[in-house]
């Protein structure tokens, strides 16, 4: 059964740069895009970074310039990599995996919390 294994959330001041890593495990099937999700308190989910397997890269417009993402050589791990974090960057972050030829898998997300 594939999973999705995240690390990294935490706590940070404003200002401060936080990294997360997310694993893909447990399935043989390819996989073309990962990327994070975010979902705060009070606002809508929103996407934060998506990259794909040719590494094409996308980024939510409140984290451009700030949030990095790549993923490992292995194809089957995502990093995301954030400098100059804002108390708004609060929130749950989801990982996800997009299997071929359809569907995605979510990790169970990991909690940011930046204060001011």
């Known amino acids: 059964q594939a999973q999705l294994a995240e690390s990294g959330g935490g706590l940070a001041q404003a200002g401060g740069s936080l990294r997360l890593s997310c694993t893909l495990s447990g399935t043989r099937r390819s996989i073309t895009n990962m990327g994070w999700w975010r979902q705060a308190i009070g606002k809508e989910r929103e996407l934060v970074a998506d990259i794909s397997s040719g590494d094409i890269i996308e980024y939510g417009d409140s984290v451009k310039g700030r949030f990095t993402i790549s993923r490992g050589n292995d194809k089957n791990t995502v990093y995301l990599q954030m400098n100059g974090l804002k108390p708004e960057d609060t929130g749950v972050y989801y990982c996800?995996?997009?299997?071929?030829?359809?569907?995605?898998?979510w990790g169970q997300g990991t909690r940011i919390t930046v204060s001011s």
């Open positions: 996800y995996a997009d299997p071929q030829p359809r569907g995605r898998y």
